[in-house]
C-alpha cells in the first residue's frame, strides 16, 4: 500500500464513477484486516501508529468511494476540474426554477402523503442526475460537465434531506 495512492487505486478500483458496492464493501473489509493496528501489535508502538494511520486513510478513502456524490466530485478532482461548490454556485435557470417550486411545494406541504409525493420527485430527480453523471464521466470524460450535474446533486440531496425532515416533523 502507498500512501500517495489515490483511492482508486488503494481500492484496486478503476477511476470511473460507476461502482460494485459489494466489491467495494469487500475490498475495504480487506484492506481494514491487513492494517489493523492490532496486527502489528508486536512491532511496537510505532507500528501500531503508521497501522492507525493507514486504517485512518482506508476509511477516508471508502467514505468518498461508497457516496456516488463526493465519487463524482473526486473523479471531477482528479481529472483538474474541482466542483469548487462554495465559490461556484451558478446553476442553469431551468434548475433554479425547478428548486423553487421544489421549496414552495414544501412550503405548502401539510400532509405525510403530499410529502412522500415530493419525495418521490426528487428521488426521481437523483436518479437522473446520478445517470448523468455516469455517463458523462464514465462515457464521455467530460468532467467539466459533469461538474455542473454534481452541485446540481448537492442541491437535490440538500432538499431530499429537508423533505425527510418535515416529513418527521409531521409523523411525530
Known amino acids: 500500500m502507498n500512501l500517495q495512492s489515490d483511492d482508486f487505486e488503494l481500492f484496486g478500483l478503476q477511476r470511473r464513477f460507476a461502482q460494485d458496492r459489494a466489491l467495494l464493501d469487500a475490498r475495504w473489509k480487506d484492506l481494514q484486516r491487513e492494517a489493523h493496528p492490532d496486527k502489528f501489535a508486536a512491532q511496537g508502538a510505532a507500528a501500531q501508529r503508521i497501522a492507525m494511520q493507514w486504517s485512518v486513510r482506508i476509511n477516508e478513502a471508502y467514505q468518498r468511494l461508497k457516496n456516488p456524490q463526493q465519487r463524482a466530485a473526486y473523479l471531477c478532482e482528479l481529472q483538474g476540474v474541482p466542483v469548487n461548490a462554495e465559490s461556484n454556485t451558478a446553476m442553469p435557470a431551468v434548475f433554479l426554477m425547478q428548486q423553487m417550486e ?21 428521488k426521481q430527480a437523483v436518479r437522473s442526475v446520478l445517470e448523468k453523471i455516469e455517463h458523462l464521466i464514465d462515457q464521455q470524460g467530460a468532467y467539466a460537465e459533469a461538474v455542473g450535474q454534481v452541485r446540481a446533486l448537492m442541491f437535490i440531496e440538500r432538499f431530499e434531506q429537508d423533505v425527510d425532515g418535515r416529513l418527521d416533523q409531521i409523523e411525530i
Open 102 to 122: 421544489w421549496r414552495e411545494q414544501l412550503e405548502a406541504a401539510h400532509s405525510a402523503q403530499y410529502l412522500e409525493q415530493i419525495r418521490l420527485q426528487v
